[in-house]
């Protein structure tokens, strides 16, 4: 079963940086896509990026300010938001995705706070 653990959150003023980890385990985790996503307070869960054998994608938002990345030999995603704004703060999860056989399956870890002060 997978398992997904996110650390980094935290609280940071407008302006400054933070790096988020995801460790992923249970199965080969070089065979999943993998994305970040968060939840603002009263708001649905939105996209943010992902990372899929080498090719990227960001939600406009975030585009030119969030990295994602990740390191196979650790089985970690990472990701780095600079030049943070207060419309960042939300809870940050971490999603694994496989397709197999024509069906998607998807794993989130716990989530992880970040709130940016103005």
């Known amino acids: 079963q997978v398992q997904l653990v996110e650390s980094g959150g935290g609280l940071v003023q407008a302006g400054g940086s933070l790096r988020l980890s995801c460790v992923f385990s249970g199965r080969t985790f070089s065979s999943y896509a993998m994305g970040w996503f968060r939840q603002a307070p009263e708001k649905e869960r939105e996209f943010v990026a992902t990372?899929?054998?080498?090719?990227?994608g960001y939600a406009d938002s975030v585009k030119g300010r969030f990295t994602i990345s990740r390191d196979n030999a650790k089985s970690t995603v990472y990701l780095q938001m600079d030049s943070l704004k207060p419309d960042d703060t939300a809870v940050y999860f971490c999603?694994?995705?496989?397709?197999?056989?024509?069906?998607?399956?998807?794993?989130w870890g716990q989530g992880t706070q970040v709130t940016v002060s103005s």
């Open positions: 999603q694994a995705r496989s397709t197999r056989l024509g069906f998607t399956y998807d794993y």
């Open positions: 990372e899929n054998r080498g090719t990227t």
